[in-house]
């Protein structure tokens, strides 16, 4: 598996329980790698990058995915369907060194491997009605 992809598996781990635990992203994340011996450190830093940026960027992140996530609120949103959201979200909005293809594509398989039945089409349509309407990437 691709040190990114890996990067955001944990991402994806660490945002979930921040938002089912409500504790400070700084704090998950040591407790996260303190358990994880051997990590590379670039996932280490990449899944980092892509908390910080999405907890502390949640607003305006959580508004772009309501915009474009009609008939659901996010607060009704499985979890992992939502934090899914909110790394993509993240990446097209402020790692403009990653093509949105690569972020949806990313998105939907992490959608599909943690999510629900129906995860994968969920997430791949409101990412592709954002790509496609608000985000000016290649």
Known sequence: MRKRTQAREIAL???YQIDIAHHDAEKVIEDFFSYS?????????FSKKIVLGTTNNLESLD??????????????????DRNILRLACFEF????DIPSKVTINEAV???????????????NGILDKINKTDIKKP
């Open 93 to 96: 909005m402020f790692l403009d």
């Open 37 to 45: 011996d051997g990590k590379d450190e670039d996932i280490k830093e």
């Open 109 to 123: 398989e992490l959608a599909k491997k943690y999510g629900g039945i129906d995860s994968g089409k969920f997430v």
């Open 63 to 80: 508004k772009k995915i309501a915009k474009f996530a009609t008939n659901w609120e996010l607060k009704r949103m499985a979890i992992i």
């Open 13 to 15: 781990k660490i945002l």
